[in-house]
């Protein structure tokens, strides 16, 4: 989560669809998309460490991933939404305590979707 946002400092966009492949959050940066949780966020951030990782590729969702509850799915989408809303919000304010409280927002968030994720797991 803390390189999440350490990527939407940087400038990085979240996306309102999720990872094809295991339903967690997406983010843009540079023009290309990210899976919070499969691809390597780490090396984005520190480029001169290794290579840069290429995004994953998602055409197939695994058979062995459990369906969520209609509940839960509401859930999730309802924070992506939010997690969109949050990163037009800080792609536009200049004011740091904004981006700040807005910045503790999207955490929140995140750990939301990572807690409905290990529990649909």
Not at 56 to 77: G, W
């Amino acid at each position: 989560m803390a390189l999440t946002a350490e990527l939407l400092e940087r400038g990085a966009t979240l996306l309102q669809e999720p990872c094809p492949r295991c339903g967690s959050v997406q983010i843009k940066y540079k023009s290309k998309i990210y899976c919070t949780n499969e691809d390597d966020l780490q090396a984005l951030l520190n480029p001169g460490s290794e290579k840069e990782p290429s995004p994953s590729a998602r055409i197939e969702v695994p058979q062995n991933v459990r369906p969520v509850s209609p509940a839960t799915d509401n859930l999730r989408k309802l924070m992506e939404e939010k997690l969109g809303e949050l990163s037009k919000q800080l792609d536009a304010t200049t004011d740091p305590a904004e981006q700040a409280r807005l910045l503790d927002l999207i955490s929140k968030y995140l750990e939301t979707l990572e807690k409905i994720k290990r529990a649909s797991a």
